[in-house]
C-alpha cells in the first residue's frame, strides 16, 4: 500500500503549517459553532470583508494569530496550561492579531513571496465602526467587542454564540484592513494561536533555530545561547514571542517567527514527513483541532504548490517602518501606506481597481476608513522607502517618540536555517 498523501490531505497539511508555525500568538481556536468540513473548522469571513479576489491562478493568503488566553468557548485557558506556554493569566492579551503574514503563491508556483506586517503599524482601519484608525493589531479585538455588544443588547445570551458570532466579524474586519493596506487581493485566510502552535512544535519533537548572541527573557521564558540549537515545544514558544532585551523589541520578534517557520520547514523536507502519510497523522490531528481556514478553500490544488512552498523558493520580508510615535500613550509604529502598497503590489504584480490612489499616511487624525486621508503635517515623502528614514512630526496626530532603528523591511529566504538575533 502506497505511503503516498492524497493531494487534499497534503494541502491540509501545508495549510497547518504554514498557519501554526507562522503564528506565534496565545489562546485557542474555537470551533463548536464553525461549519467543520473534513475535520477542519471553516470560516465565512472573506465574504463578509468584501476583497477582491485573483485571477490568473495566482493566489494570495492571509496567515493570522491571536494574542489571547481564552479558549474556543471564551472561557479562560487553565492555569496549569498558562502556566506550561508562559503565557501570563487570562487577563493578558486580548484578542490582538499579534502575526499577520500576507504570502503570495503565482500561478507558476515558481517564486513564493510573504510579507510579515508588524503589529503596532498604526493603520486606517476597515470594517471597524467604533475607530478609524489603530494599531493594526487591534481591528479584531474592536470589532469583535463592538458585535458583542450589539448581540446583546438584541438579547444574544449564550456564550458560544457571543463567541462565534463576535470573531467571525472580527476576522472579516482585520482581513479588510490588511486588504485597504496593501492593496492587493485576499483568497484565503486562516487562523491559529498558541495552544495550536505549542501542539505542532511538540509533535514536531523539536526545531532548529540559530541565534546571533545568547539571550535570556524573564517575561518570554526565552534562555538561549548564541549559535544553533534544537528548541523543545516550549522552548519553541519562547523563541517566537520574546521581544523584550532585543533591540528591535517587535521587529527582532518578527524575524524570529519567519526564522522558525523556515528551519520547521527545512527539517519537515529533511525528514521526508511531505511524501509519507504515516508521518503526517499527528500534524493532520493537530491542524484539524486549532486551525481555522477560510471557506471556498481548494485544497486540492493548493496542494499541487505545497512542495515548492517547503523549498527554497520560499521568501520572508518584513513590510518596512519608517519611524515611531505616540498615540493615547501607545507606542506605534509609523508607516508610508503609499510605499508600502507599491511595495506589494510590485512583489505580486497584482493590484486592485483604486489602490493606486492616496492613502492615510498612517499617522494622521482620524480620517475615515473609506476615505483617503492626506499625509500629516511635517511628513516627507521619501525618494527611496528603503534606504531613507521619515521622522513625522505632525501637530494633530501621533506625537514623534524613540523607539529601535526604522526596519527598510528585513528578507530572509526559506530552505535554510536562518541565524536571528
Known amino acids: 500500500m502506497s505511503s503516498r498523501p492524497s493531494s487534499g490531505r497534503g494541502a491540509r497539511v501545508a495549510i497547518a503549517l504554514l498557519s501554526v508555525l507562522v503564528l506565534a500568538v496565545t489562546g485557542t481556536v474555537w470551533w463548536s459553532t464553525n461549519l467543520v468540513i473534513g475535520g477542519f473548522n471553516v470560516s465565512r469571513a472573506l465574504a463578509e470583508a468584501k476583497v477582491a479576489r485573483s485571477t490568473g491562478g495566482a493566489k494570495n493568503i492571509l496567515l493570522m494569530g491571536l494574542d489571547t488566553r481564552k479558549d474556543q468557548n471564551g472561557d479562560d485557558l487553565p ?26 503563491i503565482p500561478a507558476d508556483g515558481k517564486k513564493v513571496t510573504a510579507f510579515s506586517i508588524p503589529r503596532d503599524d498604526y493603520v486606517t482601519f476597515a470594517g471597524v465602526e467604533s475607530r478609524t484608525k489603530g494599531k493594526i493589531k487591534e481591528a479584531y479585538g474592536t470589532r469583535k467587542a463592538e ?12 456564550r458560544k454564540e457571543l463567541e462565534s458570532r463576535a470573531r467571525e466579524s472580527a476576522r472579516a474586519a482585520t482581513i ?70 532585543l533591540a528591535d523589541g517587535d521587529l527582532d520578534r518578527t524575524h524570529r517567527q519567519q526564522a522558525f517557520i523556515a528551519g520547521a520547514m527545512v527539517q519537515l523536507q529533511d525528514q521526508g514527513v511531505f511524501g509519507d502519510v504515516r508521518k503526517l497523522q499527528s500534524l493532520i490531528a493537530v491542524a484539524q483541532k ?66 493606486d490612489e492616496s492613502a492615510d499616511s498612517g499617522a494622521d487624525s482620524g480620517a475615515d476608513s473609506t476615505t483617503q486621508a492626506p499625509h500629516p503635517v511635517g511628513y516627507t515623502q ?18 514623534p517618540s524613540d523607539g529601535p532603528t526604522p526596519d527598510a523591511g528585513t528578507t530572509l529566504r526559506g530552505g535554510q536555517i536562518p541565524c536571528v538575533d
Open 176 to 245: 479588510a484592513t490588511v486588504g485597504r493596506l496593501v492593496g492587493v487581493p485576499i483568497d484565503h485566510f486562516a487562523e491559529v494561536s498558541l495552544v495550536g502552535f505549542y501542539d505542532l512544535a511538540q509533535t514536531l519533537g523539536g526545531v532548529e533555530v540559530c541565534l546571533n548572541n545568547p539571550v535570556r527573557d524573564s517575561y518570554s521564558g526565552a534562555a538561549f545561547p548564541a549559535g544553533r540549537q534544537k528548541l523543545s515545544a516550549a522552548q519553541s514558544l519562547a523563541f517566537v514571542r520574546q521581544r523584550h532585551g
Open 290 to 355: 486549532d486551525v481555522v481556514v477560510s471557506d471556498g478553500w481548494n485544497l486540492q490544488e493548493f496542494a499541487q504548490q505545497a512542495g515548492q512552498i517547503a523549498g527554497t523558493n520560499l521568501t520572508f520580508t518584513t513590510l518596512p517602518v519608517r519611524g515611531y510615535a505616540t498615540v493615547n500613550e501607545q507606542a506605534v509604529n509609523i508607516i508610508d501606506p503609499v510605499a508600502i502598497r507599491a511595495q506589494v503590489q510590485k512583489a505580486f504584480g497584482q493590484s486592485v481597481p483604486g489602490s
Open 79 to 104: 492555569s496549569d496550561v498558562l502556566k506550561q506556554l508562559h503565557a501570563g493569566t487570562s487577563d493578558n492579551g486580548g484578542y490582538n492579531t499579534n502575526t499577520l503574514i500576507l504570502m503570495h
Open 147 to 158: 458585535v458583542e455588544d450589539k448581540l446583546v443588547a438584541q438579547g444574544v445570551t449564550d
Open 382 to 399: 521619501p525618494a527611496s522607502p528603503a534606504t531613507t528614514t521619515v521622522s513625522p512630526t505632525p501637530s494633530d496626530g501621533p506625537t
